[in-house]
């Protein structure tokens, strides 16, 4: 434990997670000094009847507690959400306990007790950027703009060299149709985290809403450099920026001569981005008939039922989206936006 706690010490050093590599230590120690007893002892041992009915019946005894223990360890562990709620009744003043089963609400979109669980949290951690970063994101998912954004200031100021504040807030604000703003905080985080993956996703929709097309390009090729495998790059590639039914025809033409679930997934966003949103469904669909587990089409088939205002069906497409990649971030920001749209209804 000696490195996170004095040497270069870190935050929440006692935190359960720190203490598990110490305990194989001290283990280890306190079974050797009793082995090291009993060779010593062993001619006493052996002789005494008592003795050896002692050392069995302790051992069967810790064996036993250990069995019941991490059983009921496990139990606690089973889940993030069943963790931390662990964490906010054995230790109610843990800000970062609360804050963290406060996100596990929220991710199943039960806004109302994360909120509440973040207001708890704040009277511990006041100037912890991530909880204010949470604030934000969960007041705006309930619809409380105003409110929402002087949290996500309040996380840049505090939190000016963690990249992620910035990301959430690009977020924010382009989904609010700021988006030379987004660009600013978008472009600030990808400098602070040039490996950020989620920045450069928003940042290439920020360009193609502007029409950046040389900006739009490199950022296309340096991400491909850095992640060959990312599909939702990949998917910008046949995208001219001025989009034109001329696009449309030419995405169509390859999507049906390639067969290609990735092309069909690349038809659905040109669709998607002339709100042509039915056709983007389909295209998505088509995409699904290629390859089923496609969490990418039925993300994008969630966000054009968001445009529709077909708040089940967006959520449905968005569940199913996160069941096949449970970390995927824009799936969870649209599923999050559906359910918080469906709750004002």
């Given amino acids: 434990l000696l490195p996170t706690s004095s040497i270069i010490p ?24 009793f082995g090291w007893w009993l060779i010593k002892k062993e001619k006493y041992v052996v002789k005494k009847t008592s003795v050896l009915i002692l050392i069995f019946t302790l051992m069967v005894l810790v064996l036993g507690l250990n069995a019941y223990g991490v059983r009921q360890r496990n139990k606690v562990w089973s889940s993030d959400e069943s963790l931390w709620y662990d964490v906010t009744i054995k230790s109610p003043a843990n800000g970062r306990g ?12 039960n806004f109302k007790v994360a909120l509440d669980y973040y207001n708890q949290a704040l009277s511990f951690l006041p100037n912890y950027p991530y909880l204010h970063v949470n604030l934000a994101i969960v007041k705006n998912a309930m619809g409380n703009k105003l409110e929402a954004e002087p949290h996500f200031i309040k996380a840049i100021q505090l939190g000016s060299t963690y990249n992620e504040t910035y990301y959430f807030y690009a977020q924010y604000l382009f989904n609010n149709n700021r988006v030379n703003e987004a660009l600013f905080n978008a472009e600030k985080s990808l400098s602070l985290s040039p490996a ?10 920020i360009y193609l809403q502007t029409n950046n097309k040389a900006k739009l390009d490199g950022l296309i090729n340096e991400t491909l450099r850095i ?32 067969g290609k679930a990735e092309d069909y997934l690349n038809l659905s966003l040109i669709y998607y981005n002339s709100g042509k949103f039915n056709e983007c469904i389909d295209a998505c669909n088509q995409a699904l008939k290629i390859k089923p587990n496609y969490p990418q089409a039925y993300n994008n088939i969630c966000s054009a039922y968001n445009s529709l205002g077909e708040w089940d069906k967006a959520i449905e497409a968005c569940t199913k989206s996160l069941e096949i990649n449970p970390s995927f971030e824009l799936a969870k920001n649209n599923l999050n936006y559906a359910k918080s749209q469906k709750l004002k209804k």
């Avoid at 935190?15 to 120690?29: E, I, K, Y």
């Avoid at 609360?98 to 996100?103: A, E, P, S, T």
């Fill in 10 to 33: 870190l935050a929440e050093v006692t935190n359960d997670h720190r203490m598990f590599f110490p305990f194989v230590g001290l283990t280890l120690s306190i079974t050797y000094y």
């Fill in 98 to 109: 609360l804050m963290n089963y406060g996100l596990s609400q929220m991710r199943k979109g």
């Fill in 196 to 205: 950020h993956l989620p920045t450069r996703h928003l940042l290439l929709n």
């Fill in 227 to 258: 992640y060959p495998d990312d599909t939702y790059s990949k998917q910008f590639i046949n995208y001219n920026v001025g989009n034109s039914s001329t696009d449309i025809e030419r995405a169509e033409a390859l999507a049906k001569t390639s």
